[in-house]
């Protein structure tokens, strides 16, 4: 039985795009994580007067608006780097 290169080379090729999309997907749910609490962190140092054993109305809403603030500013800074790498503006 003779081996054949071309198809073992096309199959470590898949394996090898298969993995490196794994691994993107990864680094994507890795870099949402530490999004979430970086802004757990900022929002409840911004909001949380002092903890109890519920959250008031207030401190709710405070968190929930802190929350989509920084979710808002996050694509809005991610859109204009998108946007200028596009156009070749970022070297």
């Known amino acids: 039985m003779a081996f054949d290169?071309?198809?073992?080379?096309?199959?470590?090729?898949?394996?090898?795009?298969?993995?490196?999309?794994?691994?993107?997907?990864?680094?994507?749910?890795?870099?949402?994580?530490?999004?979430?609490?970086?802004?757990?962190?900022?929002?409840?140092?911004?909001?949380?007067?002092?903890?109890?054993?519920?959250?008031?109305?207030r401190t709710a809403t405070c968190l929930a608006s802190c929350v989509e603030r920084f979710i808002d500013t996050t694509l809005t800074i991610t859109n204009r780097f998108t946007h200028m790498a596009q156009k070749g503006g970022m070297h």
């Open 5 to 57: 290169l071309s198809s073992a080379s096309a199959s470590g090729n898949a394996e090898t795009s298969e993995l490196q999309r794994m691994i993107a997907v990864e680094q994507q749910k890795a870099q949402f994580e530490a999004q979430v609490h970086t802004f757990t962190d900022v929002c409840w140092d911004k909001c949380m007067d002092k903890p109890s054993s519920k959250l008031d109305s």
